[in-house]
């Protein structure tokens, strides 16, 4: 069964950082891209990074320089590492993969909160 868990959210002031991490399991987890997801109230679900199974990265514009993702793949797990947070990035925070099949896999999400 594929599962992936996020976790690291929470709640931080303005110019912060915190480090998600998503741990999956059920999965051949380095041989998949990874995504990282985002969806604040009242908004659509966003990409913000993906990471490719080379290590090959791509940011949401608004996030460039302020985060980064990278994997371990001797621990199946993926992070996020957001400095520099603004309100604006407050948002529920998903990972999410697509399996060779198209079959496709999203975590539960972790709730990051940036305060002004």
């Known amino acids: 069964q594929v599962q992936l868990v996020e976790s690291g959210g929470g709640l931080v002031q303005a110019g912060g950082s915190l480090r998600l991490s998503c741990a999956a399991s059920g999965i051949i987890f380095s041989l998949l891209d990874m995504g990282w997801y985002r969806q604040a109230p009242g908004k659509q679900r966003e990409l913000v990074a993906s990471?490719?199974?080379?290590?090959?990265?791509n940011y949401l514009d608004p996030v460039k320089g302020r985060f980064t993702a990278s994997r371990d793949n001797a621990k199946n797990t993926v992070y996020l590492q957001m400095n520099s947070l603004k309100p604006e990035d407050t948002a529920v925070y998903y990972c999410?993969?697509?399996?060779?099949?198209?079959?496709?896999?999203w975590g539960q999400g972790t709730q990051v909160i940036v305060s002004s």
């Open positions: 990471l490719t199974r080379d290590n090959i990265t």
């Open positions: 999410k993969t697509v399996r060779l099949t198209g079959a496709v896999y």
